[in-house]
T-cell receptor, first 114, second 115 residues
Framework: SQQGEEDPQALSIQEGENATMNCSYK?????LQWYRQNSGRGLVHLIL?????REKHSGRLRVTLDTSKKSSSLLITASRAADTASYFC??????????????FGQGTILTVHP | GAGVSQTPSNKVTEKGKYVELRCDPI?????LYWYRQSLGQGPEFLIY????????DSGLPNDRFFAVRPEGSVSTLKIQRTERGDSAVYLC?????????????FGPGTRLLVL
């Protein structure tokens, strides 16, 4: 079963615009991670935000986390055609015996037009 | 350094056959994960290892699926009596976090097609 749900399912923008993707989840988490995938093979880790953090930056990426709403957003600023990919959020559960289990959402397909 | 590698990159088999998919994690990574991904879907968790032991195998769909990691490094995912519905990309990942839960380094995947 999928923990996270991304919104929108697909996003199409022009180069230079900002792209915002959202992720909602159901259970208490230890951390939330964002990944990128090109061509349906191999995912690349982008950023990890812990449950006690509210915002994190990495280059053109900005991630926010609202644990009260069980949601996160990924903002890509000044998008480039090379940012075209699928983006997934993934969560690890807080506590329990399966601490390390990472559950992915369905993903957002981002298309950046040159 | 070397990343996660998976072999074969592609595997075509017939329904009912047995297949083995291999994963070589990044050296020293204790946590190893297997996921399965169908077209247009997110990766679906199968199993993850902490060292040699399976910490959570709740994602294995049925008893036709089995994974081992006998020496705490290389892992093999074994599928018996394959079915057409097993066709997917099988992804392996490893993590430097001993208990898992940290950032995952993914391999390129094995694309399995069951005819």
């Amino acid at each position: 079963s999928q923990q996270g749900e991304e919104d929108p399912q697909a996003l199409s923008i022009q180069e230079g615009e900002n792209a915002t993707m959202n992720c909602s989840y159901k259970t208490s988490i230890n951390n939330l991670q964002w990944y990128r995938q090109n061509s349906g093979r191999g995912l690349v880790h982008l950023i990890l935000i812990r449950s006690n953090e509210r915002e994190k930056h990495s280059g053109r990426l900005r991630v926010t986390l609202d644990t009260s709403k069980k949601s996160s957003s990924l903002l890509i600023t000044a998008s480039r055609a090379a940012d075209t990919a699928s983006y997934f959020c993934a969560t690890t559960n807080a506590g329990g015996t399966s601490y390390g289990k990472l559950t992915f959402g369905q993903g957002t397909i981002l298309t950046v037009h040159p | 350094g070397a990343g996660v590698s998976q072999t074969p990159s592609n595997k075509v088999t017939e329904k009912g056959k047995y297949v083995e998919l291999r994963c070589d994690p990044i050296s020293g990574h204790t946590a190893l994960y297997w996921y399965r991904q169908s077209l247009g879907q997110g990766p679906e968790f199968l199993i993850y290892f902490q060292g040699t032991g399976a910490a959570d195998d709740s994602g294995l769909p049925n008893d036709r699926f089995f994974a081992v990691r006998p020496e705490g490094s290389v892992s093999t995912l074994k599928i018996q009596r394959t079915e057409r519905g097993d066709s997917a990309v099988y992804l392996c990942a490893s993590s430097s976090q001993p208990l898992g839960g940290g950032a995952l380094n993914f391999g390129p995947g094995t694309r399995l097609l069951v005819l």
